[in-house]
C-alpha cells in the first residue's frame, strides 16, 4: 500500500521510517531542493564549506530521535562529550562553570562542587518539582524565575528548548522536557549533536533506509492543493499535474502549519513564530579544556547563546530573536562577535561569517499559541497531520517532530 508524504522535514521522514518500517510504500513530495527542512546542511560558498542552517542539539533523552536514529543506522553520526556535561561561560563577570549532573536518578550532583551550577541553594533545585504542579497558563518565568540556578541553567536551557522568552513561555511545554531529561539523571541528558552536519546524522542515512526499501522522494515539487471526495484525500495538485490517491492509499500532511492551513481551508494553526539566528564564523577557536571537551559552550549576559565549535568554524545560536531579526547581519555579527571574543579568545576582526535568519524558526511556545495546536487525526479518513507545531505536548524541537511523525503514520496504520 502506498502512502503519500507531503513535506520531507524530519516529521515527514519519521512518518515515512515508521511507515516503510510496517511495510507501506512511501512516496514524498518536498517542495525545496533537498529534505531536511528547518534542520539541513548545504555549502556555503562565500564561507567556502559545510554549514547547518543552525546549531541543532539533542539530549540522550529525547527518546524518539534516539530511536529514529537506531532505526536508520545514524546514532554514530552524533558527536557530544559522551556524558552530561555543560560548559557556561558569564559574560558579564566572565565567571565560569560546568554543569555535569550525575548518571542516575539521585541528583546528589547537586551537592558536588565541580558539578553543580555555582552559588546555587537546595531549594531552588525543588523548584524543578513545582513544574508539575505549575497553574495552566503559567509561564516558565511565574514558575521558576529568580535566583541562580534560574539564571545559570534553566533560563538558558528553557530559551533554547522553547525557543520562546520564559516571560511569555508556557510553564507545561517546559514540564516533558524537564522531566525527560534533567529529572531522569545524567544519563538522559548527554548533549549530542551532528559530528558532521544535520544532513548527514538525520536525513541522508533516512533517505538511503528508505531508497532501500522501496521508498522515493520527489525534490522541487510543491503541492498546491488537495482534492477532497466523499471524505478523503482522492488526489494531490503538484505544478505538473494531479497525483491520484487511489483507494485504500492515505497522505501525511508534514508541512509547516500556514502551508497546512492552506491546503486545509479551516484548520487552526499556530500563527505566531519566533526566529532564530545562526551566525556562522570561519575562524579557529582556542577553548580551554571543558570546552573543546564538550564542542560547545553556553553563554549567558549577552546576545550569543550556545557557541558550537568544529574545525574551522564557530557556530553559534541566538533563539528567541524576533527582536534582532531584521537588523543587518553586519551588527548582530559585531555584537555575537564581541561575546565571542570574550568567550574564546579570538582576534578583534571579525572573522569572514555567514548569518542564518531563520525567521519562523518555530511556533512561539506560549498559551495561546498552544490551544492552536491541532491533533493528528483530520476529518478526512485517509490524512493525518504531523510537524513541530501539532499537538504534541512538547515545543517544537526534533523530539516533537519524530514523534508527530510516528503518531501520524500509527493513526494510518491503525486505520
Ligand atoms: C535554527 C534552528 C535551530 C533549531 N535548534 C534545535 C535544537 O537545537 N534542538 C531541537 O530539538 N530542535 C531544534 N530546532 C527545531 C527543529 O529544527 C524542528 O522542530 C524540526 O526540524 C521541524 O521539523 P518538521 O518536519 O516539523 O518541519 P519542517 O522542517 O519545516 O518540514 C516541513 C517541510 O515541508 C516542506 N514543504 C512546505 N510546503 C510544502 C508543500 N506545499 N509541498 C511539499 N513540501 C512542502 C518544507 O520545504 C519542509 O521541508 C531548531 C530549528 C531551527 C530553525
Given amino acids: 500500500?502506498?502512502?503519500?508524504?507531503?513535506?520531507?522535514?524530519?516529521?515527514?521522514?519519521?512518518?515515512?521510517?515508521?511507515?516503510?518500517?510496517?511495510?507501506?510504500?512511501?512516496?514524498?513530495?518536498?517542495?525545496?531542493?533537498?529534505?531536511?527542512?528547518?534542520?539541513?546542511?548545504?555549502?556555503?560558498?562565500?564561507?567556502?564549506?559545510?554549514?547547518?542552517?543552525?546549531?541543532?542539539?539533542?539530549?540522550?533523552?529525547?527518546?524518539?530521535?534516539?530511536?529514529?536514529?537506531?532505526?536508520?543506522?545514524?546514532?554514530?553520526?552524533?558527536?557530544?562529550?559522551g556524558e552530561a556535561f555543560f560548559p557556561f561561560m558569564?559574560?558579564?563577570?566572565?565567571?565560569?562553570?560546568?554543569?555535569?549532573?550525575?548518571?542516575?536518578?539521585?541528583?546528589w550532583w547537586v551537592f558536588a562542587r565541580g558539578r553543580a551550577v555555582p552559588g546555587v541553594r537546595l531549594r531552588e533545585y525543588l523548584k524543578l518539582l513545582a513544574l508539575g504542579r505549575a497553574a495552566p497558563g503559567a509561564t516558565v518565568a511565574e514558575v521558576l524565575g529568580g535566583g541562580a540556578l534560574y539564571r545559570r541553567l534553566l533560563e538558558p536551557l528553557a530559551v533554547a528548548a522553547l525557543n520562546t522568552r520564559p516571560e511569555q513561555a508556557l510553564a507545561a511545554l517546559l514540564r516533558p522536557v524537564v522531566e525527560e531529561t534533567l529529572l531522569r539523571g545524567g544519563r538522559a541528558c548527554v548533549p549530542l549533536f551532528a559530528r558532521e552536519g544535520l544532513s548527514e546524522s538525520l536525513v541522508d542515512p533516512a533517505l538511503a533506509w528508505l531508497a532501500a526499501r522501496g521508498g522515493r522522494l520527489h525534490t522541487g515539487r510543491r503541492i498546491a492543493g488537495l482534492r477532497i471526495a466523499e471524505g478523503r484525500v482522492a488526489?494531490?495538485?503538484?505544478?505538473?499535474?494531479?497525483?491520484?490517491?487511489?483507494?485504500?492509499?492515505a497522505v501525511v500532511l508534514a508541512v509547516p502549519p500556514w502551508v497546512a492551513a492552506d491546503l486545509l481551508p479551516g484548520l487552526v494553526v499556530p500563527d505566531r513564530f519566533e526566529a532564530i539566528l545562526n551566525l556562522h564564523f570561519r575562524t579557529e577557536a582556542a577553548p580551554g579544556a571543558a570546552v573543546?571537551?564538550?564542542?560547545?559552550?553556553?553563554?549567558?549576559?549577552?546576545?550569543?547563546?550556545?557557541?558550537?565549535?568544529?574545525?574551522?568554524?564557530?557556530?553559534?545560536?541566538?533563539?528567541?530573536?524576533?527582536?534582532?531579526?531584521?537588523?543587518?547581519?553586519?551588527?548582530?555579527?559585531?555584537?555575537?562577535?564581541?561575546?565571542?571574543?570574550?568567550?574564546?579568545?579570538?582576534?578583534?576582526?571579525v572573522a569572514p561569517m555567514r548569518v542564518v535568519k531563520e525567521k519562523r524558526a518555530t511556533f512561539a511556545a506560549t498559551a495561546a499559541q498552544e490551544r492552536r495546536r491541532p491533533g493528528t487525526r483530520t476529518g478526512l479518513a485517509n490524512l493525518a497531520l504531523?510537524?513541530?507545531?501539532?499537538?504534541?505536548?512538547?515545543?517544537?524541537?526534533?523530539?516533537?517532530?519524530?514523534r508527530s511523525g510516528r503518531a501520524a503514520a500509527e493513526v494510518l496504520l491503525a486505520a
Wanted: net charge negative; aromatic share 6%; charged share 15%.
Fill in 386 to 402: 504531523a510537524g513541530d507545531w501539532t499537538a504534541t505536548g512538547l515545543p517544537a524541537t526534533i523530539e516533537g517532530a519524530i
Fill in 90 to 107: 558569564d559574560l558579564a563577570t566572565g565567571a565560569r562553570w560546568t554543569v555535569r549532573p550525575g548518571a542516575g536518578r539521585l541528583p
Fill in 292 to 349: 573543546a571537551r564538550a564542542g560547545f559552550l553556553g553563554l549567558i549576559g549577552g546576545t550569543a547563546e550556545w557557541a558550537f565549535l568544529r574545525p574551522g568554524i564557530v557556530s553559534v545560536t541566538v533563539s528567541a530573536a524576533n527582536h534582532l531579526v531584521d537588523l543587518p547581519a553586519e551588527a548582530i555579527a559585531a555584537r555575537v562577535w564581541g561575546d565571542l571574543r570574550a568567550a574564546l579568545g579570538l582576534p578583534e576582526a
Fill in 235 to 249: 488526489g494531490l495538485e503538484t505544478p505538473d499535474g494531479a497525483v491520484a490517491v487511489a483507494a485504500g492509499e
Fill in 1 to 81: 500500500m502506498t502512502t503519500h508524504i507531503i513535506g520531507a522535514g524530519l516529521a515527514g521522514l519519521s512518518a515515512a521510517v515508521t511507515l516503510a518500517g510496517a511495510g507501506h510504500r512511501v512516496v514524498l513530495y518536498e517542495a525545496g531542493p533537498a529534505a531536511g527542512g528547518r534542520a539541513r546542511s548545504y555549502f556555503d560558498r562565500a564561507l567556502g564549506c559545510r554549514i547547518d542552517n543552525g546549531n541543532h542539539l539533542l539530549l540522550s533523552g529525547n527518546t524518539a530521535a534516539m530511536d529514529y536514529l537506531d532505526r536508520i543506522g545514524a546514532r554514530g553520526t552524533l558527536a557530544g562529550p
